[in-house]
């Protein structure tokens, strides 16, 4: 099945079949894990498309395949993690280039703008990115890059993805979407005018907690032979037995989404009708803000809830973290089983206090990522929790 027949198949069907094919050595239907650094040659430079493992690796290869079948993509370019792929994008800046991002987004990709990136003359400026207008004002003549997060890391708003690319396009802004709350099954950025797509695999693209990786996939040959150059020439690169288990885990990436969907809009719904709860953020909700925007935009609203309680202290929202036994206390998200996390103190502790605020982006805060568990089990572990 060729590339042009494997984009007319349904989502699920590529997830299984995209990049895949039968090894032509063994007929193995799963691809091997190809545990090798380097490659025979039958004279210099005449050799069966590897060289190199830093360069490629057969069961990369497969990967790069099906998760630019998945995004729709012509490209896919896989990374160690999905920070590394971030990096990977802003190597192509220079110095005196100017990012604009969003203000409500993963700590780490905080970090990596401002403080790995800053002190080497790339400026950035963080926004909130449901307003196009207050986009629109804060681009620069020097703004090289437009990163959006939708649904946003932790506060799931929902941004208009093709406004923001078609505003950047106008002024000649290369737009990149992280897509790794969403992930293909509920939205393709590319298809509404994104220049790239990143992924953290190790969330919900693996799904197994047990993976880390990251991913860029686009259409853009020129993009792609940037990003394969410092794939070459920087090394940050996924092992074949972490390539192996992405594989595994995208093959079940449809049917894991719909559960994940379904129990966070019950649990989404369970908190807001709780007098203990004060505010619930979820695209399902039709409280939300954003909920209209999701609903054209996505084709379902995602495993991610986060809420404040009414008590909004610390002492509270510690009381409730520590008394799960269902839901894990950890980092990270997207798994098959449910986790509970404190971004203030956790994943969005690299953010300075007063912007965490200032974003909304409250100390007590507690982000949920709702996995494939039974939702009843789930909503009386909470239940429990915040009597507590």
Known sequence: MNADEMKRMGLATRAVHAGQQPDPSTGAVMTPIYQTSTYAQA??????????????????????????????????????????????????????????????????????????????????????????????????????????????????????????????????????????????????????GADLVVHSTTKYLGGHSDVIGGVVCTDSDEWAGKLRFLVKSAGAVPGPMDCFLTLRGTKTLDVRMQRHCENAQAIAEFLEADARVAHVYYPGLPSFAGHELAKRQMDGFGGMVSFLLTDDSMPAANRVLSSTQVFTLAESLGGVESLMNHPATMTHASIPADERRAAGLHDALIRLSVGIESKDDLIRDLDQALSQ
């Open 43 to 192: 004279a210099p430079g005449d050799h069966k498309g590897h060289e190199y493992g830093r360069v490629s690796n057969p069961t990369r290869t497969a990967l790069e395949g099906n998760l630019a079948g998945l995004e729709g993509g012509e490209h896919g370019i896989c990374f160690a993690s999905g920070v590394a792929a971030t990096d990977a994008i802003a190597r192509c800046l220079r110095p005196g280039d100017h990012i604009l991002a969003s203000n409500d987004l993963y700590g780490g990709t905080y970090r990596l703008f401002r403080q790995v990136f800053g002190p080497f003359g790339i400026t950035s400026d963080f926004v909130d990115m449901s307003d196009v207008e207050t986009v629109e004002a804060a681009l620069r003549p020097e703004t090289k890059l437009l990163w959006i997060e939708t649904p946003t890391n932790p506060l799931v708003r929902v941004v208009d993805i093709r406004a923001l690319t078609d505003l950047a396009r106008s002024r000649g802004i290369a737009s990149v979407v992280d897509n790794t709350f969403a992930t293909p099954v509920l939205q393709r950025p590319l298809e509404q």
